[in-house]
Nanobody
Framework: VQLVESGGGLVQAGDSLRLSCTVFGYTLSHYVMAWFRQAPGKEHEFVAWISSGGGSTLYADSLKGRFTISRDNAKNTVYLQMNSLKPEDTAVYYC????????????????????WGQGTQVTVSS
């Protein structure tokens, strides 16, 4: 299983970015997915979660209204739309997936997800 993130970059405060995560070796439609982020010197932080069909989502309270998670199972890809970016959003963003035996994982704890991408850097300047 391989998760490949893309779409990060350097933007100014107030800009938008859309991150993508394409999954290989895994039938994405069977599994929930999530995004986490890690700022310098900090622990991994939950960002968003989406159900296997995309009908249910969960967000970190501090990000509601600015970030939107979505998925296209036909393309085996999950997205994170980030609007009104702030300098404090600067971090490496990771998409994560549960183990084969736990497709309906409902958790905001990174340790409970088995597969992680390599991460994509998002830097927001003020």
């Amino acid at each position: 299983v391989q998760l490949v993130e893309s779409g990060g970059g350097l933007v100014q405060a107030g800009d938008s970015l859309r991150l993508s995560c394409t999954v290989f070796g895994y039938t994405l439609s069977h599994y929930v997915m999530a995004w986490f982020r890690q700022a310098p010197g900090k622990e991994h932080e939950f960002v968003a979660w989406i159900s296997s069909g995309g009908g249910s989502t969960l967000y970190a309270d501090s990000l509601k209204g600015r970030f939107t998670i979505s998925r296209d199972n036909a393309k085996n890809t999950v997205y994170l739309q980030m609007n009104s970016l702030k300098p404090e959003d600067t971090a490496v963003y990771y998409c994560v997936a549960p183990d084969y035996g736990d497709p309906y994982k409902y958790s905001t704890r990174g340790a409970e997800y088995h597969y992680w991408g390599q991460g994509t850097q998002v830097t927001v300047s003020s």
